[in-house]
């Protein structure tokens, strides 16, 4: 069985700091996904890589597949980038499993 | 277009009724989820619906039914809920079935079970 683990579990930072945001996973993928909850519930999907490296705006996503783990970078924070971003691995049979979530909050 | 719609957004149920929550997507997607999220935990796939007619269980199943009503509808219906039942559920839609197809969300339906 695959087991996520993110870190740290709970994020507070400055506006215009660099954020990293670590998923470790245990067993081999096919995808990782990184998603954004915000404060209202709604759940929304950033990114999904396989390899390499992904680039939205100031959001990064990039994968290790050899050490299992990726990283999700936000440059330039701001206010509105306070959510909770969610991490999910999909292997064998093809189900996701999701992770428990970073909680993010950058104070103005 | 709508996205994926969920009905109703909240609800508060006592033990032992019965209740189903409507879920609803207008992208063509194939694939239908139903997910529950807990405090503390990562979402857990309750059901899923990988292409009309077909359903199958998840991770935690138990005291749950579907229907896949149709392409667009994907329906949870709780038959004796239990204050273990209280939840915020997701459901979600993808193109096609399987982890690496991107998937969509609905707003959430936060139930709770006196």
């Known amino acids: 069985k695959n087991e996520v683990e993110q870190s740290p579990q709970n994020l507070t930072a400055q506006e215009g700091e660099f954020i990293t945001i670590n998923c470790s996973y245990s067993v081999g993928i096919s995808a990782l996904h990184w998603l954004q909850q915000h404060p209202g519930g709604g759940i929304v999907s950033l990114f999904m890589?396989?390899?390499g490296k992904k680039k939205h705006g100031r959001l990064i996503a990039t994968i290790n597949i050899q050490e299992k783990h990726s990283s999700l970078h936000i440059t330039a924070s701001h206010p509105r980038d306070s959510a909770v971003y969610i991490c999910?691995?999909?292997?064998?049979?093809?189900?996701?499993?999701f992770g428990k979530g970073t909680r993010l909050h950058i104070l103005p | 277009n709508a996205g994926v719609t969920q009905t109703p957004k909240f609800q508060v149920l006592k033990t032992g009724q019965s209740m189903t929550l409507q879920c609803a997507q207008d992208?063509?997607?194939?694939?239908m989820y139903w997910y529950r999220q807990d405090p503390g935990m990562g979402l857990r796939l309750i059901y899923y619906s990988a292409s009309e007619g077909t359903t199958d269980k998840g991770e935690v199943p138990n005291g749950y039914n579907v229907s896949r009503l149709n392409k667009r509808e994907f329906s949870l219906r709780l038959e004796s809920a239990a204050p273990s039942q209280t939840s915020v559920y997701f459901c979600?839609?993808?193109?096609?079935?399987?982890?690496?197809?991107?998937?969509?969300f609905g707003p959430g339906t936060r139930l709770t079970v006196l």
């Open positions: 890589l396989s390899s």
């Open positions: 979600a839609s993808s193109l096609l079935w399987g982890g690496s197809n991107e998937q969509f």
């Open positions: 992208m063509n997607h194939n694939s």
């Open positions: 999910a691995v999909s292997w064998g049979d093809d189900k996701i499993i």
